[in-house]
């Protein structure tokens, strides 16, 4: 200690040291705390990347096993409900009812609302009758593959078949549906497609396809809810039979 110095002025002098060891530290504190959070934000955003080039790989890689399941049934039977929004028009109709498919040729919806409304392939034709809105006709298009694709009877394997090439994916959201975790998967078409947007929900359990929608290119929209879903039971070809009713005007679509 310097010569001249009271005790008063040590205490002074000691005070003062003290008060910028502390202030050091406090600087020193804050200096650390702050890269700390840096150090940290930084490695949350890149988790964050990295979570996001992982759900946007595993996209594709849950669509090519949903698809995977779907080709390897031998037939489906599910209970439908469906809605289709006419946007042009202002409309929109419901229906439900049963729900069969036997392959990629034969393919039933059987309305129970309304009440005898049908479609239905039978590996040759589709058949469109519905005497609620039509009453006395029925339109029978036959089934070219090479032409129309699968995706004429089998929406489903249409939308498989072109999301592989056709579509970017993105995995919107996990949602439930009748207590099943679903992943919804959103497809945006990346060139030209009757479709603005398809949106699937694959089971996250059995990959199979518990609802889907459909947005066409003139805004009509159509979404549809499988429910019940009974795969590879055993389904009669006399299912897929339809004989137009008596006095039915046919046309041909």
Not at 100 to 127: C, H
Not at 133 to 154: L, N, S, Y
Not at 168 to 178: F, G, P
């Amino acid at each position: 200690m310097a010569q001249g110095y009271s005790s008063s002025d040590r205490r002074i002098e000691t005070t003062r040291r003290t008060r910028e060891l502390r202030g050091d530290l406090m600087w020193s504190t804050r200096k650390y705390l702050v890269r700390t959070l840096l150090t940290v934000g930084g490695l949350l955003a890149a988790a964050g990347s990295v979570v996001a080039q992982e759900t946007s790989g595993d996209v594709r890689a849950m669509l090519a096993r949903a698809e995977e399941v779907y080709d390897n049934l031998s037939s489906l039977e599910a209970e439908f409900e469906q809605t289709i929004e006419v946007t042009l028009l202002g409309r929109s109709r419901t229906g439900s009812g049963t729900w069969y498919q036997k392959g990629r040729g034969r393919f039933k919806m059987e309305f129970r609302d309304p009440p005898e409304d049908l479609i239905v392939a039978d590996g040759s034709y589709l058949w469109l009758y519905y005497p609620s809105t039509h009453p006395g006709q029925v339109i029978r298009t036959e089934i070219d593959a090479d032409v129309t694709g699968a995706g004429m009877v089998d929406l489903q394997g249409r939308i498989f078949d072109e999301a592989a090439n056709g579509y970017d994916a993105e995995l919107e959201d996990r949602e439930t549906i009748d207590d099943h975790e679903t992943l919804r998967i959103r497809l945006t078409p990346t060139g030209e497609s009757p479709y603005r947007r398809v949106r699937v929900w694959v089971d996250s359990e059995s990959f199979l396809v518990r609802r889907f929608e459909i947005l066409e290119a003139n805004e009509t929209l159509r979404v549809v809810v499988l429910r019940h879903l009974k795969p590879n039971r055993p389904i009669s070809d006399d299912t897929f039979r339809f004989t137009p009713p008596a006095g039915a005007d046919v046309f041909e679509g």
